[in-house]
């Protein structure tokens, strides 16, 4: 996983609820059995048309929408299904951070064991943010792992919460298998104490 | 001294504690691991790339049905992707000594349908799966919850993953359910209720009379539900009914080691006295068929109920989410939903693929015949339910009311398999979303119970299943 301490950046906004991992990539994109080109699928009902053209008024598609690297979304981003290929398909896009309302747990998870940054905030923060991109969709922000904090321009925005373990391993660049292979004694004992029950 | 009162979740959180350290997520342990072939080929390459092995094989079940094609043909139906997938999952099954239960085998079904019907799922157990329906097999008394791919590949090394202990919500349904609703109305009213990012951050528990009076099959289709509610795993105390279904299963344990079982999992209660972070209370006689109208589970009301209007909401945002909903389902506000036309009814799915289900479907299709026009595809949730719905003759009657009858599998509740919705379709069905494009792109779902959903393909419409008594 790659580090990630502090990004500043341009943003998309996607202004919606309930944004769920079916529209984040849809489960036909889902045949595939390694990561590569998922980017290209996010979105995808939303971004193309049946036949594959680009949709003219997504916000994915328009010419100064090119390698911003954080989206911004309403609230309970990530709903729904498990699969991981949603944050797959987030990172391969170029995304680093989603900044929302809130988020789904499963979704939260996924993203911040691939280097994506759930960032949930406060109504008023949030509107913040949603006005301010609106005033200037060129604006950018920063989104501060080592400090949990938010900026727009220079301004302080918001303070926003991650779990210190999973900030720890993002600030690294960590993956938790590593850490978890660690405790091979812990697991052995807690094997043996079990194999002397009845059942 | 007394200990203190505990919840059912954590008890069973507490013993699966590996190891605990200050300032990490708890090291738990899992019992069972389900895998299938959808999300489980990255978590192989992972382990592949680190020379690691899995760490203990047989805690680990695996089966195809997410891609498998219900069509009779199957294999020859199967396009190249998805051939490649199903190939992948038995190689690394071979590889790693994991039993498969690949498409044509026995007991192959869907995922969550297979652990309970095997006797894979016990009280008391932790069980994960890459696959957020996991939730199902708390019916059982057992903490499970859908995981990642990232986390599928802890599992197969470690059988241990880093979690936070959840906080319990208990959600109290008590009374008697009216006649001709059942635990599907009982999930969709919950969160219609409590939205479906209700439950983020919780474990439901359900309780009350009403819960103890549903079925092990009900119970399942509505712990399957909870992660709609946005929890991650859902269960319900093990009683006799749990025992009684598990009894003489495949991998349920059997003799001296059967009654020890059973005396253990009678423990597996919330104890009085002991504290939910949050509760909801139902009451169920008040309970009516619900229907989803909008484009997530928690746009569902009382079949009867007219449509709700966006300028009636309180916020501009639920306003406008409720607007894009209706637009995209093509819907009115302020509208019936009864009497809306349907182009497909879907009858299966890890919610609703239960010979109970089947059964309930099967008294509404006896002695008629599905409308014209409207495609009913009915698929068993495994090869198990097939066999017994053949044996009753339940095939039989969907047949002769006009139904396809499918080899088992996911089928029409994910746009994988070949079974889709075509563009502005719209369908009546058992699964569990109604996001859009969930069931093809373009399509449109109301989802129901089974009883709704066979009235549907009856009358051609949405219908009250009240109104259609038993054939
Ligand atoms: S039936 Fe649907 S929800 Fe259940 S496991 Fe299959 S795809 Fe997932």
Redesign the interface.
Known sequence: MEALKSLTAKALVVHRDNIDTDQIIPARFLKVTDKAGLGDALFADWRYAEDGTPKSDFVLNQPWAKGRAILVAGQNFGSGSSREHAPWALLGYGFRAVIARSFADIFRNNALKNGVLPVALGKTEHSKVLAALAADRDAELTVDLEMCALGLGGEHIANFEVDAFARHCLLNGLDQLGYLLHFEADIERYEAERSTRAY | MSQQAQTLVDKVWDRHI??EEP???S?V?IDLHLIHE??S??AF??LEE?G?KL??PQRTVATMD??TPTDPRRLEVL?G??R??LD?LRHNCEKYGVTLYGIGHDRNGIVHVIGPELGLTQPGMTIVC???HTSTHGAFGALAF??????V??VL????L?Q?RPESFEVYVDGALPAGVGAKDIALAIIAEI???GG??HVFEFRGSAIESLSMEGRMTLCNMS?EA?A?AGLIAPDEKTFAYLEGRDFA?KG???Q??VA?WRSLRTDEGATFSRSLTIDASELAPMITFGT?P?MGQAIDKHLPRPEDLESD??AA?LR?ALDYMGLEPGKTLLGHPVDVVFIGSCTNSRISDLREAAEIFSGRQVANGVRTLVVPGSQNIKRQAEAEGLDVVFRTAGAEWREPGCSMC???NGDQLS?GQYAVSTSN?N????QG??GRTFLASPRTAAAAAIRGCVTDPRTLTAG
């Open positions: 590996v190891s300032g990490r997520p090291m342990y959808v999300t080929p990255q390459a992972a680190r690691l760490r203990q997410h891609s396009d992707q998805s490649k997938q992948l890459g696959d957020s859908g995981i990642g791919t990232t986390e590949s802890h090394a470690t059988q241990c880093l936070h939205g479906t990012d983020t951050g992660i946005g991650r344990p001296a080691a059967w020890a079982a253990d997530n928690g945002q639920a989410e894009k994910i746009a994988m563009p979303r996001f859009e494009g969930r792109r373009g």
